[in-house]
């Protein structure tokens, strides 16, 4: 059994009086500590799959599943307690709470789990020292270059140690020299950590430091379905 | 949800300007609610009638104002004989301004003995003495709320209405019109206000009863016993007699009644707008707070919470502030020589603090369900 299987996954919605169809009955299987990327034209559907890889949208048809974990079928409440253990999401534009610190923002997904003041606090300094952000704690987002926001954003992803990261074009809002140390980071991380981690991007040179990649095209597939760490893989760091 | 406290105080200690804005508001709102709430108890202290209320106000029929009700000192002893009456004090009364005013010097004038049977038990005496009102003929005993508004201290001699006293007792008592009166002699302020004319004539008798349930069959026989004289009566309890006394008053308090709903409309507006706003300001922020793993009910609780926490900021300000405002000086509106004290005690605290702090809770609920319902994958295409 794969870690993610998508069965004929569908997303179909409705604007004004046209029907949209950003994802058409996808098969997809991703092998546990995989590194995918997915690429693919806007509107081929690579954010509509990761929002439903992260439960965030709901597929109209098919099925989802995540270790095991059917997906499709959670409540709304128990998809959310689900992602609180099982996924980290990082996103382009990092989506810091602008109130709280870097620490506070890092720390802030371990609220929702039983854990002591003195635990959080030893899992939050551990994070923020992994993605080398031990000495900006007490800065607030708007005190953090993009790069440093987006460090702070995938340790936020990390803390609670899920097996999945989600990452929807992590590098889009950076320079370079930036995105370079995020993918840098990210690549790491997976190495280190064993991580499954699925990303979407545009840059095919930010692609290079995935195991592999698939392009997706009007909602379809248009690379191999079954990836893990034996296929074949497009590109690689 | 104890453990997101933090993320809520965090967020309004943070956002200084916004919370200042909303707090200060709700705060003179809920200020302005108690103030109106507190003149309105006073109101329905001194003018609700109660069971065991045992005291009759006999004024002149007609009359509504202490310099036009003139009744006849002798009608003591045939008020005193009717069935059910314990006791009658014939009572002088003498006011600084007639009209409606929040400082008002009403004197009460009664014979010595009433005063030191009837009266005096009534009071506790806080300075001077009894003694010392019974030596002096320009003797008064002040109330306390008088003594307190004008700073009035045993031993001093003062002035209102042309006539000046001296202080010989300040007392404490629970009865509202006792409070604001300053009692004298009879004799005195007959003379004082007839400037050497006729004794003889009081502005009214309070008469007490021995069986509180047949208070009005009581006043009806004394209004009978006088229907045929010279200066027939008009009996009714004494909070009645305040009611109607003071009825401009009432009226003005009972409209203000519709500035207390107002105050609280606006602090339900208040806290409803600085929580649309925020949401309206926070919608991907709240999405992403789902996508980390809290529950729609969870980020309602946070919403409802600082809410609330707005609420019970303002509102414990706004209530503090009347009740230490009402505590510190004692207010009394006056009329036709009656008063109606305006006070507050625990409850008003309390009930302004609960206020604000429902209504909050309401502000903040239906904003908070539409987040907790909202469209999670269209929050981030917004």
């Excluded at chain 2, 705060?27 to 108690?34: G, N, Q, T």
């Excluded at chain 2, 009700?69 to 045939?78: D, K, N």
């Excluded at chain 2, 500035?259 to 919608?283: D, H, K, S, T």
Aim: some cysteine.
């Amino acid at each position: 059994m794969s870690f993610v299987e998508c069965r004929a996954l569908e997303r179909t919605y409705t604007r004004g009086d046209n029907t949209i169809t950003p994802l058409r009955a996808l098969d997809l299987e991703i092998e546990q500590g995989t590194f995918l990327a997915l690429m693919g034209p806007s509107g081929s559907g690579k954010t509509t799959l990761l929002n439903l890889l992260a439960g965030i949208d709901r597929p109209s048809s098919g099925e989802l599943r995540i270790d095991g974990q059917e997906i499709t079928t959670l409540s709304r409440a128990a998809l959310a307690r689900w992602r609180s253990v099982a996924v980290g999401y990082v996103f382009q534009l990092y989506h810091l709470v602008p109130v709280l610190t870097a620490y506070e923002n890092v720390e802030l997904p371990l609220l929702l789990h039983d854990l002591s003041r003195k635990e959080r606090h030893r899992r939050t300094a551990l994070t923020l020292e992994l993605v080398g952000l031990a000495d900006r704690h007490d800065h607030y987002p708007r005190q953090l270059s993009g790069g440093q926001e987006q460090r702070v954003a995938i340790a936020r992803a990390l803390v609670t140690d899920p097996q999945l990261i989600l990452a929807d074009e992590p590098t889009g809002d950076l320079d370079a020299e930036a995105a370079k140390g995020i993918m840098t980071l990210l690549a790491a991380l997976h190495r280190d950590l064993g991580k499954t981690l699925v990303m979407v991007t545009h840059d095919p040179k930010t692609a290079t430091f995935a195991d592999l990649t698939l392009h997706l095209e009007k909602g379809r597939l248009v690379s191999p379905a079954t990836v893990g760490a034996d296929a074949p893989a497009e590109g690689g760091a | 949800m104890i453990r997101f406290a933090p993320l809520v105080t965090k967020r309004l200690v943070r956002q200084p300007l916004r919370t200042l804005l909303t707090v200060v508001g709700v705060a003179v709102a809920m200020f302005l609610y108690c103030v109106v709430e507190a003149t309105q108890a006073g109101v329905t202290r001194a003018t609700a009638v109660v069971a065991g209320d045992s005291v009759l106000v006999v004024y002149r029929e007609n009359r509504y104002c202490p310099f036009t009700s003139r009744l006849p000192q002798h009608y003591q002893p045939r008020i005193a004989q009717i069935p059910g009456v314990a006791h009658v004090v014939p009572m002088k009364i003498l006011v600084s301004n007639c009209r409606a005013s929040l400082d008002v010097v009403t004197f009460r004038g009664v014979p010595e003995q009433d005063f030191l049977e009837t009266t005096l038990p009534d009071f506790e005496i806080v300075a001077g003495s009894a003694e010392a009102w019974s030596h002096r003929s320009d003797a008064a005993l002040v109330g306390d709320a008088l003594a307190s508004r004008r700073g009035i201290k045993v031993g001093d001699r003062f002035s209102a209405a042309g006539i000046t006293v001296y202080v010989a007792a300040i007392g404490r008592t629970d009865e509202l019109q006792s409070r604001n009166a300053a009692y004298t002699h009879l004799a005195f302020l007959q003379e004082a206000a007839q400037r050497g004319g006729t004794g003889g004539v009081v502005t009214q008798f309070n008469v007490t009863v021995s069986d509180p349930e047949r208070l009005d069959a009581i006043a009806q026989a004394i209004d009978a016993e006088f229907a045929a004289d010279s200066e027939p009566t008009f009996t009714q309890p004494e909070k009645a007699f305040v009611g109607r006394a003071a009825t401009d008053v009432v009226e003005i308090v009972g409209f203000a009644r519709w500035l207390g709903w107002g105050a609280l409309a606006a602090v339900f507006a208040l806290v409803a707008n600085a929580i649309v706003l925020a949401i309206n300001e926070r919608v991907r922020e709240y999405a992403i707070l789902e996508t980390l793993g809290f529950t729609g009910a969870t980020i309602a609780g946070l919403i409802v919470a600082e809410g609330a926490l707005l609420g019970l900021l303002g509102g414990g300000a706004g209530a503090v502030g009347a009740f230490a405002l009402l505590s510190l000086q004692t207010y009394s509106v006056s009329m036709e020589g009656v008063h109606v004290e305006v006070s507050a005690g625990p409850s008003l605290l309390l009930s302004g603090l609960v206020a604000s702090i429902v209504l909050s809770v309401l502000a903040g609920a239906v904003p908070a369900l539409r987040v907790a319902r909202g469209d999670l994958a269209g929050a981030f295409r917004t």
